[in-house]
């Protein structure tokens, strides 16, 4: 930070930051206030909106790296908390830090500023294609790179942090220099103009960029707009801060960081299908972004087996997806079942089992991503494979929120409510395995009614299971709990999708089978149809699998205390 008593230079003094030809103070002729400290191409005034302007943009800018960074983190690392709170306070940490260095740069604040936008604006931008470039290709590498792409993540925060965190210093150097005030007053003037650009950046990032231009494309966009504002801004106002061989070098190296940026965006389209290949295989059919998650299709034709992939993770494997849904809807249909309710399941997979029983009448879907449900009514491989069940008269298809759906479901609406939703190991799913949820799904549940939730993997994720299951008791139902063995890893490869080794791990499900009155015994209709993966005996040798890996004594899941993934 500048020192808020350093007198102001007398008028006529020399500039120890001058250019090569001394400073020049300008008249009232357009070119410069006769009150400037420096000579300036514009009015005194004008020059301090210019710098108030330049730091909204850079503070937009920076905030939409550090979202980059946290959505990257969460994508490429499995979205946790913990991913988030790293990125987050290793940024911020880092930005006292650049905050600190840029004390050493204020006599040369023009070009240190210059020169901190142009690297910013390579690292900033550059970010998201390098961390997804890491995550395709040597994500699964393991060894002595299984921790490789994380410190990578945690370098660019650094990094990041770093050169944010030397703006604003040297910012104040240069407002102060066009027209000295006291220290409050500048300090008050620079972080209005930050809070506002945070402001806009935050708002444009999930709003504009993401929908619009992608995770890649706007990054690079944003690094191009920082590098022109932060050279436009020393260029252009404080040129005469600069020698002759610094402006020379900072033009240069401003071209060279948009033409990379230019470079990179002309070949994102080619960059992202080559990496998709190289993570998912040579079939992928359709990659979209929907207003929610990444939706990618792979297989479906030529015998292969369809596969569903939603942000990454492997959500729907054609080679063992019957398994996964008979042991899901079969087991909650013994009993009565004319009135159904389908949590998640936009892929229609489940809803396919659920019509297969008769006596259905009704089955309301609520699925958060109008994207995946269009998929899965109108992709021929996807539609094949569910059946064409969304288009049955019965089937009812609510876009909403699982939890904000229920605050308002009618009461005892439903004889089974099936929760195929995301594992409760990622964040965004927690609040749907929450106490505070199956509470309101106890309330739509009808007299002698049954709940199945999915539970993720037993065998590799224990604790959150059996936390799932005294979640449950805690809201007041009765539980039993069965796994199933399935070929399914769960994620792609990757960061925390594997390696390898950890991928292996996830090959089974878990499943809690719930009811209001008694204690429900997984079993299956005997007036319903015969599944082809599962039998009263299956379910019975199921049920004690999953008793084996009881873990006692867990607390429940509440919305306050979120309690998966300890």
């Given at each position: 930070m500048i020192d808020p008593q350093a007198p102001a230079p007398p008028a006529g003094s020399p500039q120890p930051w001058g250019g090569p030809d001394g400073p020049r103070r300008e008249g009232a002729d357009g070119a410069g206030d006769a009150g400037s400290a420096i000579p300036l191409p514009v009015r005194q005034g004008?020059?301090?909106?210019?710098?108030?302007?330049?730091?909204?943009?850079?503070?937009?800018?920076?905030?939409?790296?550090?979202?980059?960074?946290?959505?990257?983190a969460a994508y490429l690392m499995g979205d946790s908390v913990a991913q988030?709170?790293?990125?987050?306070?290793?940024?911020?940490?880092?930005?006292?830090?650049?905050?600190?260095?840029?004390?050493?740069?204020?006599?040369?604040?023009?070009?240190?500023?210059?020169?901190?936008?142009?690297?910013?604006?390579?690292?900033?931008?550059g970010s998201a294609m390098a961390l997804y470039a890491v995550f395709a290709w040597t994500g699964?590498?393991?060894?002595?790179?299984?921790?490789?792409?994380?410190?990578?993540?945690?370098?660019?925060?650094?990094?990041?942090?770093?050169?944010?965190?030397a703006e604003v210093p040297l910012l104040m150097e240069l407002i102060q220099r066009i027209r000295r005030q006291d220290a409050g007053g500048a300090v008050a003037d620079l972080s209005a103009a930050d809070y506002v650009g945070a402001l806009v950046g935050g708002l444009a990032f999930p709003f504009l960029l993401l929908p619009v231009l992608g995770q890649l494309t706007g990054a690079l966009i944003t690094g191009s707009v920082n590098a022109v504002v932060g050279g436009a801004l020393v260029l252009g106002l404080f040129r005469h801060d600069l020698t002759r061989r610094a402006r020379r070098l900072l033009l240069t190296a401003n071209v060279c960081v948009l033409a990379v940026l230019a470079s990179a965006a002309v070949l994102v389209d080619d960059f992202e299908r080559a990496a998709r290949h190289a993570l998912y295989g040579a079939d992928v059919r359709v990659a979209v972004h929907t207003d929610v998650q990444e939706v990618l299709l792979t297989g479906g034709r030529d015998g292969r087996s369809l596969n569903l992939f939603l942000d990454g993770r492997l959500?729907?494997?054609?080679?063992?997806?019957?398994?996964?849904?008979?042991?899901l809807v079969h087991p909650a249909m013994t009993g009565r079942h004319a009135r159904v309710l389908v949590l998640g399941g936009g892929d229609g997979l489940a809803v396919r089992e659920v019509l297969r029983h008769p006596g259905v009448r009704r089955v309301d879907v609520v699925e958060l991503d109008a994207g995946v449900v269009r998929l899965a009514r109108h992709d021929p491989a996807l539609s094949r494979l569910n059946?064409?069940?969304?288009?049955?008269?019965?089937?009812?298809?609510?876009?909403?929120?699982?939890?904000?759906?229920?605050?308002?479901?009618?009461?005892?609406?439903?004889?089974?409510?099936?929760?195929?939703?995301?594992?409760?190991?990622?964040?965004?799913?927690?609040?749907?395995?929450?106490?505070?949820?199956?509470?309101?799904?106890?309330?739509?549940?009808?007299?002698?009614?049954?709940?199945?939730?999915?539970?993720?993997?037993?065998?590799?994720?224990?604790?959150?299971?059996?936390?799932?299951?005294?979640?449950?008791?805690?809201?007041?139902?009765?539980?039993?709990?069965?796994?199933?063995?399935?070929?399914?890893?769960?994620?792609?490869?990757?960061?925390?999708?594997g390696p390898a080794d950890t991928a292996r791990g996830h090959r089974d499900w878990g499943f809690v089978l719930a009811a209001d009155r008694h204690t429900p015994r997984p079993r299956l209709d005997p007036d319903g149809p015969r599944p082809r993966t599962l039998t009263d005996a299956s379910l019975a040798a199921d049920v004690r699998a999953a008793e084996h890996t009881?873990?006692?004594?867990?607390?429940p899941s509440t919305l306050v205390h979120p309690r998966y993934g300890d």
């Open positions: 004008t020059g301090r909106w210019l710098v108030l302007a330049g730091v909204f943009v850079c503070a937009a800018c920076g905030l939409v790296y550090e979202l980059e960074l946290v959505a990257l988030t709170s790293v990125v987050l306070s290793v940024m911020v940490f880092a930005m006292g830090i650049g905050s600190l260095a840029a004390k050493r740069l204020r006599r040369h604040a023009a070009a240190g500023f210059g020169a901190v936008e142009a690297a910013l604006a390579l690292v900033g931008g699964d590498w393991g060894g002595v790179w299984a921790s490789g792409p994380h410190c990578l993540v945690v370098a660019f925060s650094l990094a990041t942090g770093l050169l944010i965190g959500r729907v494997s054609g080679q063992d997806e019957l398994r996964y849904h008979e042991a059946a064409h069940s969304l288009d049955d008269p019965r089937v009812h298809v609510v876009t909403a929120d699982a939890f904000d759906w229920l605050r308002t479901a009618p009461a005892a609406a439903y004889d089974v409510v099936v929760s195929d939703l995301p594992h409760p190991g990622i964040t965004a799913s927690t609040k749907l395995y929450a106490q505070e949820f199956y509470g309101l799904a106890r309330q739509a549940l009808a007299p002698g009614g049954r709940l199945v939730v999915h539970g993720g993997a037993v065998a590799s994720r224990p604790r959150d299971f059996w936390t799932l299951d005294a979640t449950l008791g805690a809201a007041g139902l009765r539980t039993t709990a069965y796994r199933v063995r399935g070929r399914q890893a769960g994620f792609a490869a990757g960061p925390d999708r009881r873990v006692p004594g867990l607390p």
